[in-house]
C-alpha cells in the first residue's frame, strides 16, 4: 500500500482512479445532451450529471503523483522524465484516435452521416490530436476521439513539470498551504465567467491550477504526521465534494477531490482500505484505457440499434452490457496495446540516446531508471 516517500504505487489512490473513470462514463452515459441522453437508460442523477468532474480530479491526483515520484530531492532527469511519460500515455491515445477515424468514416460510408468538418471533427483538429497540441489552449477542445483533450493537456503539465514544481515551495509547507488558495481562485473565477461551471472550460484552464494544487498537496504531505490527522478525513472529504454536487458548485467539489486526495495518501484513512482492494486497484490500473475506449462501446450500441429495431429491448440489460462490454475493451486494450507500447515506445526512445553517455553514466542511470519504471506504473494521468 502506502510505501512512505520511496518512489513507488499507492494502492488507495491508484484505486480512486478507478472511480473517477467510471464517474466521468456515467456523465456520458447519462447527462441529456442537447439531443437527448447518448442512449436514454431513463437514468437521472445530479451525482452524474457531474462526471465531468472526474477529469479534474484526475489532473490533482496527476500533480500529486508526479511530484510524489519525482520531486523526491534528487535531480529529475527531464529527457527520460519526457519519454516515460509520453511512453505511458500515446500508444492508447494513438489507438483510439485511429479508431476514432475509422468510427467517422462508418458513419460516413455506412449511415451517411456527414461529421467530417462539422464541429471540431477537422483535418487540423485531427492532426494536432497526433502530436497532442489539441488542448493546449484556455477553450474548450474536443473532437475526434473527443475524450483525448485532457491526455493533450496532461501532456502540457509533463512538459512544464520542472516549473509546477519550482514554484511549489519544497520546505515552507506553510507558504505551500496558503498557495493553495491561488488555484482556489482560479477555479471559482473560471466557473462564475462560465456559463456552464467547469464542464465546458477546457484546455489549460482546468489544467493549470489543478495540476498545480496536486504538487502543492504533496508538498504538504510530505513530512506530514498522519497519526496527527483525523482517520476520517476521507470521508470528511466525501461529504465536501456530495455538498458542492448539491449546492452546485463545482469548485468546492474539486476543494474535496483534493482533500480526498490528501487523505487518501495515508493507509490510516478509513477509506483507504476499501479503495486498495486489488479488484479495485486493478480497474485504477486500468483506468486510463477506459477512459480512452469508453466512446466506442457507446457508438457501438448507439448504431446498432440505429441498424436494428429488435435491439430496442430492456434499457436496463442494454446499459449492463453495455458495461460489460466497457470493461473487457478496457481489460484486453490494457494487456495488448497499452502494456505492450508502453514497454515498445521506451525501449525505442531509450535506444536513441548515445551510446558514449550510457556508457559513462551507467550506474546512476540504471538506478534512475528503475525508479521511473516504478512511478511508471502510479503516476498515470487519466
Known sequence: MNRGNTVGQIDQLTGLRAFLALWVVTRHLFYPFENGAFIDFGVRSSAFDHGYLGVDGFFILSGFILAYNYANGRPLDYRAFLAARFARIYPIHFVTLLGAIGLVFVKLFVFHKHVIGTGQNTYPALAANFVLLNAWSFRFVTGWNDVAWSVSAE???????????ALAPARNRF?????????????????WRSGAALSLPGGLARLIPEFYAGVLLFRLRRGSNFASLPRVLGLAALGVIALGIFVQRDTLT??????LIFALSSDADVVAPLLALRPIVYLGEISYCLYMVQRFPMEGLSLARKASAALAGSPLMQLILLLAVLL???????????????????RALSARKAEPDAMANAAPRSATRSEQEQAEEEGAAI
Open 254 to 259: 474539486v476543494v474535496g477531490l483534493g482533500l
Open 328 to 346: 473487457a475493451v478496457s481489460h484486453w486494450a490494457h494487456r495488448f496495446i497499452e502494456l505492450p507500447g508502453r514497454k515498445w515506445l521506451r
Open 155 to 165: 501532456w502540457f503539465a509533463y512538459v512544464f513539470f520542472p516549473l509546477f514544481v
Open 175 to 191: 507558504f505551500a498551504a496558503v498557495l493553495l488558495l491561488v488555484p482556489a481562485a482560479a477555479l471559482a473565477m473560471l466557473e
